[in-house]
């Protein structure tokens, strides 16, 4: 097929020596099965701000350390030159976390270069060398589904030591490889320690593979993954080799603010009825009018 203009500086450089096909198009990027020497790969191409869906939302932002004072003065303000640098710095983003995953030992398609928006990388493939399915294109026996979900929740905890949250884990961004599951689409991942939205994310991704697994092994379903390991996480305990329970207790002493308040609240409007009732007891009562003789 012919080239993508995109990727036709990495046809220069000699990364890429010809595009084979489309893949896939998505909300964030598009991406192309390629051919670099004897090996197929794939290459992604990350759509401009104008025509990719998925919103570069602040939680997902927080965290993320720009270069330099400059940069993130024009990311703030927003003009042309900050646009660009966000774009570079969401984009990087991805190139990071599969570089630091692959290094944590996480099963993410293995990165190999990042030229002009484009990432090229592993091509996962099925047993048989076809492209490997999302999850959500395939049914699963409860023996399997409970099996991949232990293997995700251990991918999950090794992305959290390595201090990341993926922040947009489901069904539709993992693939099913010949080894297991292999998870894909970094670009919204978070630090865990410097981001104060990174429990809830964390939350979600363990709730969405609860959830898709649950259908086939209703008691994943009931599961309380993210608050287990997220507590070892905050007392430095979390480690790769962790071994969870999917079971979790919150602290007995564990403080509901909002239900304290509720009754401090009622307390008060308690002592204001009866602080009314003894004052209305304490007036002096009309009284009757004295008799004619008294007059």
């Not at 993410?108 to 047993?127: I, N, Q």
């Not at 993954?225 to 507590?231: D, P, R, S, V």
């Not at 979390?238 to 602290?251: A, I, N, R």
Request: some cysteine; overall charge negative; charged content about 30%.
């Amino acid at each position: 097929m012919k080239t993508p203009k995109r990727i036709e500086p990495l046809v220069e450089d000699g990364l890429v020596d010809e595009v084979i096909r489309p893949l896939m198009s998505g909300k964030e990027a598009a991406v192309y099965v390629v051919r670099c020497g004897s090996e197929l790969r794939c290459a992604k191409v990350y759509k401009e701000a104008n025509k990719r869906g998925f919103r570069q939302a602040a939680e997902y932002q927080e965290g993320r350390k720009v270069r330099n004072s400059r940069d993130a003065r024009a990311m703030a303000k927003g003009s042309k030159y900050g646009r660009k640098n966000q774009e570079d710095n969401w984009q990087n983003a991805e190139v990071a976390a599969l570089f630091r995953l692959a290094n944590a030992g996480v099963r993410v398609p293995k990165p190999y270069d990042f030229l002009d928006g484009v990432l090229l990388m592993e091509l996962v493939t099925d047993g048989e060398g076809d492209v490997a399915p999302r999850l959500n294109d395939v049914d699963l026996h409860p023996e399997d589904a409970r099996e991949f979900h232990a293997f995700m929740i251990e991918e999950i905890v090794k992305m959290l030591c390595a201090g990341l949250v993926h922040g947009d884990l489901s069904e539709f961004n993992v693939l099913l490889g010949p080894d297991g599951p292999v998870i894909i689409d970094l670009p919204q991942a978070v630090d865990a320690a410097g981001n104060n939205h990174a429990f809830k994310m964390l939350e979600r991704d363990v709730g969405n593979m609860a959830a898709y697994f649950g259908q086939f092994a209703p008691e994943l379903k009931y599961s309380k993954y993210a608050k287990e390991m997220w507590a070892l996480y905050e007392e430095g305990k979390l480690t790769p080799q962790s071994v969870l329970t999917g079971e979790f207790k919150d602290p007995e002493d564990e403080a509901d603010v909002d239900a304290v308040m509720r009754e401090i609240k009622a307390a008060l409007a308690d002592e204001a009825r009866r602080q009314a009732a003894l004052n209305a007891e304490d007036e002096p009562k009309d009284r009757e009018p004295p008799p004619p003789w008294e007059r």
